[in-house]
């Protein structure tokens, strides 16, 4: 395309400029503290839609956080490509462990970022890579190359299920019809091993409650008499796996999609370090279910995994009770076929089976999705193949992601489109995580390629 690389080197400096006051806000979704910091974004998010060259830009309201949407039409006979994004970020927690502040973005060079990576809370989820579809937008609308049709819809609860989502997507099918539905929320193998993900794990997350005595007791008097909910929680949690690291909840892994030899060998083709990877994690070794790589555990095989876990005393010096409850939240990351609200009732039922006497179990669903898996022989993979190829020199390796966005599976099933992920990020940029960062080099080079995938998207669909 004509003259992007000299566009994105001209501009370089007001991109990055731009993404960093989009990143001083603290749109936390989860803390109700910040409702007005998301409420901002939502309002800059539409800005800079505005700014970017969307002809329209609404802000939809909904139950909770509002839904930006925009578009730029140019020809109702030409495709139309939906771009999805989320504006909301993970709380900053644990504050310490950040060596700057998450909402203080500064620019530092690393031994995998030598150009520099921006270091704040939302740089590479969600907020770096949503703005570089606005740039591309932008660059395109500028010089006069937009393709086809664009529409934006930007949510601001992708970080707590997406609930209203489900909601506004049935109620604007025609408002959002598209041909193909455009993500980048997601990360590829390396800056030179470039890869598009065709595969995400579904989710179901859970909120356990073990109860005992009617108040906190005191550890002497009444020690080996009465039950001790964290006791009792911390054996139920150790008894959902084997020693196989199997999950034992009955039924669990009835609809798991068992993959072939001949797939497992494909997806054993992209680059990995086992050494590199213990080393990057500071772990003398990695853990998992037998039989599988570790590259297998975190992709295509089902997990079960404690989020946080509290009770008791945990202030400063000692306090000798036997809390009166325990908590735990608790997720479960699912393969294609596995029906998250299926796995939660499974999960309900066997964890309240195996509550000794002497305590109540109370579980609470929070939320979840389904899995999705996007075949490779679509126009869509095509053309964004094409355009990683173009842009990096080699075409990209298909992958498995072990993360979830459960809306995808939500967009086929209403708006009848295949989702294409298209991700810059790294696994070693500490998303949801202390010191959460996105290269530079990687946000300008979803910048360049993004355009690519319009332009040929466009052409393969004529």
Same mark, same amino acid.
């Given at each position: 395309?004509?003259?992007?690389?000299?566009?994105?080197?001209?501009?370089?400096?007001?991109?990055?400029?731009?993404?960093?006051?989009?990143?001083?806000?603290?749109?936390?979704?989860?803390? /109700?503290?910040?409702?007005?910091?998301?409420?901002?974004?939502?309002?800059?998010?539409?800005?800079?839609?505005?700014?970017?060259?969307?002809?329209?830009? =609404?802000?939809?309201?909904?139950?909770?956080?509002?839904?930006?949407?925009?578009?730029?039409?140019?020809?109702?006979?030409?495709?139309?490509?939906?771009?999805?994004?989320?504006?909301?970020?993970?709380?900053?927690?644990?504050?310490?462990?950040?060596?700057?502040?998450?909402?203080?973005?500064?620019?530092?060079?690393?031994?995998?970022?030598?150009?520099?990576?921006?270091?704040?809370?939302?740089?590479?989820?969600?907020?770096?890579?949503?703005?570089?579809?606005?740039?591309?937008?932008?660059?395109?609308?500028?010089?006069?190359?937009?393709?086809?049709?664009?529409? @934006?819809?930007? =949510?601001?609860?992708?970080?707590?299920?997406?609930?209203?989502?489900?909601?506004?997507?049935?109620?604007?099918?025609?408002?959002?019809?598209?041909?193909?539905?455009?993500?980048?929320?997601?990360?590829?193998?390396?800056?030179?091993?470039?890869?598009?993900?065709?595969?995400?794990?579904?989710?179901?997350?859970?909120?356990?409650?073990?109860?005992?005595?009617?108040?906190?007791?005191?550890?002497?008097?009444?020690?080996?008499?009465?039950?001790?909910?964290?006791?009792?929680?911390?054996?139920?949690?150790?008894?959902?796996?084997?020693?196989?690291?199997?999950?034992?909840?009955?039924?669990?892994?009835?609809?798991? =999609?068992?993959?072939?030899?001949?797939?497992?060998?494909?997806?054993?083709?992209? /680059?990995?370090?086992?050494?590199?990877?213990?080393?990057?994690?500071?772990?003398?070794?990695?853990?998992?279910?037998?039989?599988?790589?570790?590259?297998?555990?975190?992709?295509?095989?089902?997990?079960?995994?404690?989020?946080?876990?509290?009770?008791?005393?945990?202030?400063?010096?000692?306090?000798?009770?036997?809390?009166?409850?325990?908590?735990?939240?608790?997720?479960?990351?699912?393969?294609?076929?596995?029906?998250?609200?299926?796995?939660?009732?499974?999960?309900?039922?066997?964890?309240?089976?195996?509550?000794?006497?002497?305590?109540?179990?109370?579980?609470?669903?929070?939320?979840?999705?389904?899995?999705?898996?996007? /075949?490779?022989?679509?126009?869509?993979?095509?053309?964004?193949?094409?355009?990683?190829?173009?842009?990096?020199?080699?075409?990209?390796?298909?992958?498995?992601?072990?993360?979830?966005?459960?809306?995808?599976?939500? @967009?086929?099933?209403?708006?009848?489109?295949?989702?294409?992920?298209?991700?810059?990020?790294?696994?070693?940029?500490?998303?949801?995580?202390?010191?959460?960062? @996105?290269?530079?080099?990687?946000?300008?080079?979803?910048? =360049?390629?993004?355009?690519?995938?319009?332009?040929?998207?466009?052409?393969?669909?004529?």
């Amino acid at each position: 395309m004509n003259s992007l690389k000299e566009y994105i080197a001209q501009h370089k400096e007001r991109f990055l400029n731009e993404l960093i006051e989009l990143l001083k806000i603290p749109s936390v979704s989860a803390d /109700p503290a910040f409702m007005q910091d998301v409420l901002n974004t939502a309002e800059a998010i539409k800005v800079a839609l505005l700014e970017g060259g969307c002809d329209t830009v =609404e802000i939809h309201e909904t139950d909770g956080y509002p839904i930006v949407y925009g578009e730029k039409i140019i020809d109702s006979n030409l495709p139309t490509v939906l771009v999805y994004g989320h504006y909301d970020v993970q709380p900053s927690d644990p504050i310490e462990l950040w060596d700057s502040p998450p909402y203080e973005p500064v620019i530092k060079k690393t031994a995998l970022h030598p150009e520099g990576a921006i270091f704040a809370r939302g740089a590479c989820d969600d907020k770096g890579q949503l703005y570089m579809h606005v740039k591309a937008l932008e660059y395109m609308v500028q010089t006069n190359q937009l393709p086809c049709n664009v529409k @934006f819809m930007i =949510e601001g609860e992708e970080e707590i299920g997406s609930n209203n989502l489900a909601i506004y997507v049935a109620n604007n099918k025609e408002k959002l019809a598209n041909d193909i539905i455009l993500i980048s929320d997601t990360g590829m193998i390396a800056n030179d091993v470039p890869s598009i993900t065709t595969g995400l794990r579904g989710l179901s997350y859970v909120e356990v409650e073990v109860t005992g005595p009617n108040r906190d007791l005191h550890s002497g008097l009444y020690g080996g008499a009465v039950a001790n909910p964290i006791n009792v929680l911390t054996k139920m949690i150790a008894s959902l796996h084997d020693e196989n690291n199997h999950i034992t909840i009955l039924g669990f892994y009835d609809k798991v =999609e068992n993959l072939s030899q001949e797939e497992r060998a494909e997806l054993a083709k992209a /680059p990995f370090s086992l050494e590199n990877y213990k080393d990057a994690l500071k772990i003398g070794a990695v853990y998992g279910e037998s039989g599988y790589t570790t590259n297998e555990r975190n992709s295509i095989r089902p997990t079960l995994d404690v989020n946080g876990i509290w009770g008791g005393y945990i202030g400063e010096g000692a306090k000798t009770v036997i809390a009166s409850q325990a908590f735990a939240k608790i997720s479960m990351r699912l393969v294609p076929n596995q029906d998250w609200q299926e796995i939660t009732t499974l999960f309900k039922t066997h964890f309240e089976s195996i509550a000794p006497k002497g305590v109540t179990v109370k579980v609470t669903p929070h939320h979840g999705g389904q899995g999705y898996v996007t /075949p490779i022989d679509t126009i869509g993979y095509q053309a964004a193949s094409k355009a990683y190829e173009t842009t990096f020199g080699k075409k990209p390796i298909p992958q498995r992601s072990g993360g979830s966005i459960p809306i995808v599976a939500l @967009f086929e099933k209403e708006l009848q489109s295949k989702t294409i992920l298209m991700g810059f990020g790294l696994d070693s940029d500490a998303i949801h995580s202390p010191n959460e960062h @996105f290269g530079i080099w990687n946000y300008l080079k979803g910048i =360049e390629t993004i355009p690519y995938f319009y332009k040929y998207f466009t052409e393969m669909s004529s």
